[in-house]
């Protein structure tokens, strides 16, 4: 019988534990926005853009802010990030001029004094390494991403779900392959149920970018994604690479990489963090990933380029003195040498304002810390309480004794 209450006991406890911990640690983040889609804000009907050129705006209201992401073809595709503290603030777009061949200085954020952070991502270029054996390997000429021709975004834009995709092809590509960016907004915090499933937050973006059938040029090619960012001059940036003993939603990976830009460059101070993309190491060869189909990629170092990206957009709202980095993420897929293997690369990141949001434990790793230093913990409670009441029974006992 009291072995079952102490069972009953025990168990009860240790549920406490981990929905108490769960409560605490875990589902913390109930920040919410609320997001719309916009697509080539101002542009109405009678004129319309080219297909290859768009701008998708992605509106994210909070209380008293608001945060404007804006997916843009027309060159290499680019992601700004635009932070106000004005729920009202608003893109102005002058289309006659965003469309002609000086760009400049045709997008804005009103009003200007309310932007408190404005940053881009651009992805410039697809890189081929051919793998030689030992002697090293030798770079072919790379796809450059601004030469691509891009689809029309408008066909693929689902405004409930905040999603659309970008897809391009290079001349050289055959009509099967294509490299796709697949972007998502979101109100709340939460995790995509596609590997790596990346925990975001309402401060956040993801671009996935996917890329198919792009037949290698050799017989051990691998690729890399260059990868440059602008950002205003006064900020500092670095890459940080953080491990995590937990693994439960990216199987088999233990870090996460994250680019971040910040007022101050001391890589332990992340409160004056201002501006992130994150990745975790990993590119997947299938669309639906077994463990198996994981392969590791690898950053350089950012690097200052003299040059900013070649991207409409970049030179259309960037007027002012601003910084331009770089740098290179190499997957580690080499091509078979067998013929037809179906080619196919996913990796995914985030971009957005503030803190990068951080994997804590998962509730299973939770559950089972909680089990394994919580039962001997309950167990020498449940018996210090047990030997005292043998003892004092005992001891009563004895008394009765010695008055006999
Ligand atoms: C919004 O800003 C106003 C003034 O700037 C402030 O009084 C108010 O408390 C803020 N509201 C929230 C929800 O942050
Ligand atoms: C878009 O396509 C037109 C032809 O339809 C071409 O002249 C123009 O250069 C392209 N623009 C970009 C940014 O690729
Ligand atoms: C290295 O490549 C050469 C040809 O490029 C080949 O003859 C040689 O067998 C290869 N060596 C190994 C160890 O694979
Ligand atoms: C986008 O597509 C819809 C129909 O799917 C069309 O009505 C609308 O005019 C298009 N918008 C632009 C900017 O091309
Ligand atoms: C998102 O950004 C807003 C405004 O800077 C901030 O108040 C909020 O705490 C952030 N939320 C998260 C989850 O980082
Ligand atoms: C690739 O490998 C095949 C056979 O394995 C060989 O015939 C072919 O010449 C190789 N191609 C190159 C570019 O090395
Ligand atoms: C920040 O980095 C720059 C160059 O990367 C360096 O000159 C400067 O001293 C660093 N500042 C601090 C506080 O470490
Ligand atoms: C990316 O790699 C290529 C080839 O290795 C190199 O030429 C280029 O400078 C790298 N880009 C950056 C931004 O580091
Ligand atoms: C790629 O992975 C293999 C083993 O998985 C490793 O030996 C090699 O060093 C890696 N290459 C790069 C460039 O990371
Ligand atoms: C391999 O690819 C070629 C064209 O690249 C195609 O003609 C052939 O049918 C393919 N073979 C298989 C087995 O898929």
Request: aromatic share 8%; hydrophobic share 35%; proline share 12%.
């Given at each position: 019988m009291s072995a079952i209450k102490a069972y009953y006991f025990i168990y009860f406890t240790l549920f406490l534990v981990v929905c108490c911990v769960n409560g605490f640690m875990w589902n913390g983040d109930t920040f919410k926005r609320k997001v719309s889609l916009e697509m080539n804000p101002g542009l109405t009907p009678p004129s319309a853009a080219p297909p290859n050129v768009s701008v998708l705006h992605a509106r994210a209201l909070g209380n008293n802010d608001t945060l404007h992401f804006l997916f843009c073809s027309g060159g290499a595709p680019a992601l700004l990030v635009i932070h106000t503290h004005s729920a009202e603030s608003a893109v102005e777009v002058n289309w006659p001029k965003f469309l002609s061949s000086d760009p400049a200085d045709s997008v804005k954020v009103e009003p200007e004094s309310s932007v408190q952070y404005r940053g881009a991502l651009v992805f410039t270029r697809l890189w081929e390494y051919d793998e030689l054996n030992s002697t090293g390997q030798s770079v072919l000429s790379p796809y450059e991403l601004k030469d691509f021709e891009w689809d029309d975004v408008n066909k693929t834009v689902d405004y409930t779900h905040h999603t659309a995709q970008l897809c391009g092809r290079h001349?050289?590509?055959?009509?099967?392959a294509s490299l796709c960016l697949h972007f998502s907004a979101y109100e709340s915090s939460g995790r995509e149920?596609?590997?790596?499933?990346l925990l975001h937050n309402a401060n956040s973006s993801q671009l996935r970018i996917l890329l198919k059938?792009?037949?290698?040029?050799?017989n051990q090619s691998h690729f890399a994604l260059e990868l440059q960012t602008v950002s205003e001059a006064g900020l500092q940036t670095r890459v940080n690479v953080h491990k995590s003993i937990d693994d439960e939603y990216t199987p088999s990976i233990f870090q996460v990489s994250e680019w971040v830009w910040s007022h101050d460059n001391s890589s332990s101070s992340s409160s004056s963090v201002v501006g992130f993309s994150q990745w975790k190491p990993v590119v997947y060869q299938?669309?639906?990933?077994?463990?198996?189909?994981a392969a590791p990629c690898s950053h350089s170092e950012p690097v200052d380029l003299p040059q900013a990206p070649p991207s409409r957009i970049i030179p259309a709202y960037f007027t002012q003195n601003l910084l331009t980095h770089g740098l290179n993420v190499t997957f580690n897929v080499s091509s078979e040498p067998a013929a037809n293997s179906t080619q196919f690369l996913s990796w995914t990141m985030l971009a957005g304002i503030g803190i990068p949001p951080s994997d804590f434990f998962s509730s299973l790793v939770i559950a089972i810390m909680a089990v394994g230093l919580g039962t001997p913990l309950v167990l020498l409670v449940v018996g210090g309480v047990y030997i005292c009441a043998r003892k004092r029974k005992r001891d009563t006992l004895g008394q009765y004794e010695s008055i006999n």
């Open positions: 001349a050289s590509f055959s009509s099967s149920e596609a590997w790596p499933s059938d792009v037949m290698p040029r050799t299938k669309s639906l990933p077994a463990i198996e189909d």
